[in-house]
């Protein structure tokens, strides 16, 4: 009996072994495959616009940041600036997503941060790709977080192999983030006025306390790393008067920077109609080319 229980209790003590080397092996391997990303870095998958920010601008540092959602994209050519900024526009980019890129060190800036703002900036409910890095949970495993890319990845894959194709047959190489052409008619500017009314400028102030939030640890980063942070509030379409809500949501916002001593400059009024693409975004062949001959003057303080 006595040497039978010694076996056992070898048997259970290598079995819990196995399960907790097993466990170390799947966190390394797990810490190797996020450190690696794949999915972010190879062309077998989309790029979301945070992954091609870093594919475009590999640079450990950016000394010079413009942040914002997706009129920044569109509005600033980086290309054609003499500021020295890093375009880092992306779709949905809200202030708590920097502030999430920010706290993370998932970008490193290195003496000015500039933020283009509008009342979406600082929407808590806005939609946002559920890809961007800074999304995943702190518990949940790399391949997992990237379910979305790799299941239809492995699919199609097996389904051209049926075919007698080859597993992959087609690479994702364009990194350029979507840009504005072209003026929308009235008739649709008016469909989008009508969407924009039922989703976003009938909430009420609750729903941007988080952004606000974000906006004061932004501040506050800032300051303590004596980073330069500036904000700009972007032009809005002349088309349909700025609603209530909108003028209300950026108030607040204005006053949390007046209170920081943080300095802003207001261009809602200072574009026509004919740069607009709709009711936010810039167009590229004109309003783009306008806007980033007037930022400039600012951002290099002209």
């Avoid at 890129?101 to 808590?124: C, H, K, P, Q």
């Avoid at 299941?151 to 051209?160: R, T, V």
């Avoid at 649709?188 to 952004?211: A, P, S, T, V």
Wanted: proline share 3%; with cysteine.
């Amino acid at each position: 009996m006595g040497k039978k229980s010694e076996r056992e209790k070898s048997r259970k003590i290598w079995a819990y072994l196995f399960i907790f080397g097993l466990g170390i092996a799947i966190i390394i391997f797990d810490m190797l495959l996020t450190s690696a990303d794949p999915v972010g870095k190879s062309t077998l998958f989309v790029k979301n616009d945070f992954e091609k920010i870093k594919l475009t601008h590999p640079e450990e540092v950016y000394e010079k940041v413009f942040y914002g959602n997706s009129v920044v994209i569109s509005a600033f050519i980086e290309e054609e600036s003499k500021s020295g900024y890093v375009n880092m526009g992306m779709d949905y980019g809200t202030v708590e997503d920097l502030s999430k890129i920010l706290e993370r060190n998932m970008v490193s800036i290195g003496t000015d941060l500039v933020v283009g703002a509008n009342y979406l900036t600082f929407l808590d409910t806005l939609d946002t790709n559920p890809t961007y890095p800074w999304h995943r949970k702190v518990y949940e495993p790399y391949l997992y977080f990237q379910r979305d890319r790799l299941h239809p990845f492995i699919i199609n894959g097996i389904g051209n192999i049926l075919k007698g194709e080859n597993f992959v047959t087609g690479r994702h190489t364009n990194l350029d983030r979507y840009v504005y052409y072209g003026v929308l008619p009235d008739e649709e500017i008016d469909k989008k006025i009508e969407g924009y009314k039922e989703l976003y400028w009938n909430r009420g102030i609750e729903c941007y306390e988080k952004n606000y939030k974000a906006l004061q640890n932004v501040i506050d980063y800032c300051k303590e790393r004596d980073i330069e942070l500036r904000f700009v509030w972007f032009p809005w379409n002349s088309y349909i008067a700025k609603p209530e809500s909108v003028i209300a949501v950026e108030e607040k916002a204005k006053k949390i920077m007046g209170h920081n001593n943080i300095e802003y400059i207001d261009l809602a009024d200072a574009f026509g109609k004919e740069c607009f693409h709709d009711l936010g975004h810039l167009n590229y062949e004109l309003g783009a080319v306008e806007f980033t001959k007037e930022i400039d003057k600012w951002l290099n303080r002209e």
